[in-house]
């Protein structure tokens, strides 16, 4: 009959109407700014810097190896290397970024950053409400802006950041192992421990493939490339 | 009492005339009747735009405005300041008078429709007595000033909106007319005032509204259907089909002239509901006898509001037709049923009393309705479509 | 000047224009809009000697205005599907240019 | 003769000079628009209420709307590349001042015999009606029949033909 499909039609939005009153089903909007949608954990949008501890500067991971700066297909990332050095997670003396930015308005959330580091100090976060009033400054966050706490990382994705935390445990505990072995056996390797400890030429290459043998998808002739400056 | 309270514009405009002399009286009375068309129907239409926003929100799982004053009814405030506030921008390339007079005269052209309508018993700015006809003319004129619109912004968005406008209102015109020239058969009138005074009778209490008869039933609908093409609304919008048109024949305005095109959609939507409700849903007279105490101009708007909220309610459920579906539509559906309609009425006129007439009339449509719709449906006109591809 | 004599001044104005507009206009559509004003003037003499003519209530000169309003619509058309067909076979809607017999 | 009637005219006039005068095809349709709308506002002026309204429907509504789908359909709103005016252009305002001349001569020289001030005719549409069906149904019927075979005809000549691919 003609006509007949308007007429469930309209009964079908008068359902919708009449229904948004009592049933929840029919009317599934949250209100906004006051109520938020929890994220699914494996969202993304952008990357932030992890630290540890309480200190940002002191404790971040990044060790301004601009691994991340090469492979970033939009090219957003811009990294300065420090002129001195701090000790990392380990307390091994490592370089790190005197500056480093992200243009949130070039990214465009492919996470490539996240795969490559090898020291787990970049990933993706879930912030959504980025938007402000300066087109060009605005959106270029800085290294203070980009730093968040390992707490946070937690907060985010809690799996994942278990699973780097365990990584990271290990990577330490096999660190000090190693210290312990070698202070447990001083006479032969007196001399390159303290090379180690001193030259970044040599400190390098032994946290790389620390890292690359528990990180199997980050190649590991990467860390000997960052020494030679490009 | 009641009567006064019926009564209570007319006899204020009446006192406030009495106090000025002769001339300037009159003139005050006239420009007061004026000034009361042009505050509450801009009043409707804010209220209007929240409604339907509302309600659309509601249809559609959501909420719609809720942020502005309690529940969102300061939304239309807000978004009168906007567009008030926001620059008028004029093409370089445009027409810029033809740009500039185009809003200017689809308002002017739909607030005259107001003048003939019979808002409540004698609440009428002039009985003409051919008020049909002349709103009839001046509904026409309004394809002109659309037309304008579309061409002088020189865009090729604008002017496809315009002309797919001026093709379906030209369209649609014919059913609206032949629809409402059924009513002025019977009532022997183009009178708005005398076709509300032929309604205004009551058999047990119940209504002679044009509408509980065969052929007014038939003639309603079709005038529906002719009146919301005639008017741009969903599902007839093609002409401001926001999907592959921008925003139609006003893609190019902004500000305040934006604002003069919208308003002139909704004041389009109120006159053809009123000439609706005036032609076939007894005007001004109450639903039952009992109810007469009510003010008639109470009825008048309650039931223009209604029929908005049908309107609003099918744009809420129906998809957007395609160009050669509301041409098609409308050549070879509506207007051969509004000329049989023409036929019944006429039969109704002349059968006189009785049973007959009401099976005679009632069967003669329904038999057509059914025949051309089972054909249509068969040639998968109109019906449920197949996809070559997607199957 | 009487009202009548005004208003038949004012058609015999419109008149001439619209006289003048059919034959000094290059293209076919405003020489049909000249006619369309030629035939309103006269309507509007139509009615104005119905107004003032000695009796109104016949209804002579208004029924003339509204048959020759109808005529006029269709005439116009009609005329604007011929301009619109030649312009089809022409590619060109400029009456100086269409001297020939043949299409 | 009201102040009126004198906008109304200088309303008509200017917008059928504009009409015939402008370069732009599209601001010609519209301007003889206002002159139909000028007219139609000189019928009501009459007492002609129907015929003024019909005007409008009509002219605005239906004539006015064609010219301008003619229009564009022809192209007509780019600018014409041999002027707008015919080559015998002088020789057509000279005949239409020469008609002009000898209307308003006529009209002026007659204006006394006219009849003065009339009073309103009081004629309802219904008179209207019933004339058309007792007194001019025969002229009624042929201009249905004119109109039908008008539209028909329209219809065939603007159609395409079959094959035309254009």
Redesign the interface.
Known sequence: ???E??LK??A???K??AG??VDKE????V?YPEQKLELPEASRNFPFLVYDGPEWQAGLRCVACQICEKECPPKCIYIEKSKDKKPDFVGKLQIYPAKFDIDISVCMSCQICVEVCPFDAIKMDKEYELSTDDRFGGLLLDRQQLAKSNEYYHKIHPTEASEVDGRLAEEKAKAEAKAKAAAAAPPKPAAPAPAAAATPASAAPKAAPAAGSTKTEVPPPAPPKEGEAR | MINTLDQIFVLLKHWIVGLLPGSLGAFVGILLSVAAIVAVFPGLFALTTVLERKGLGRMQNRIGPNRTGPYGILQPVADGIKSLTKEDIVPVSADAAVHFLAPLVLVVVVFMGFSVLPMGRNMQLVDMDAGLLFFFAIGASTELSIFMAGWSSRNKYSLLGAMRAVAQMISYEVPLLMSSVAVVMITGSLSLVKIVEAQNQYTWGLPHWYIFTPWGCAAFVMFAIAATAETNRSPFDLPEGESELVAGYFTEYSGFKFALFFLGEYLGMFSMSGLGTTLFLGGWSAPLAVLNSVPSWIWFFSKVMLSICVLIWLRGTLPRLRQDQLMNFAWKFVLPMTLLNLFVAALWRFMGDGLLRWIVCSAILLGAYVVVGRTEMRRKQYGPRSYRYAE | MTPLAGYLLVAALVFAIGLAGALTRRNAILVLIGIELMLNAANLNLIAFWRYGAHPEALTGMMFAVFSIAVAAAEAAVGLGLVISIYRHLRTADLDKMNRMKG | MTIVFWILAALTVAGGLAAVTLRNTVHCALAVTAAFAGLALLFLQLDAQFAGFAQILVYIGAVAILVVFAILLTRGSETAEHGVFSRTWLAGLVIAAAVFAVLGWAVLRSADTLSPEAAAPAVAVKDIGNALVTRYVLPLEIVALLLTAAMVGAVIVAMHEKGDTK
């Open positions: 009959m003609l006509g499909g308007i039609g309209l079908e939005t008068a919708n109407f948004s009153f029919r009317l599934t909007t209100e």
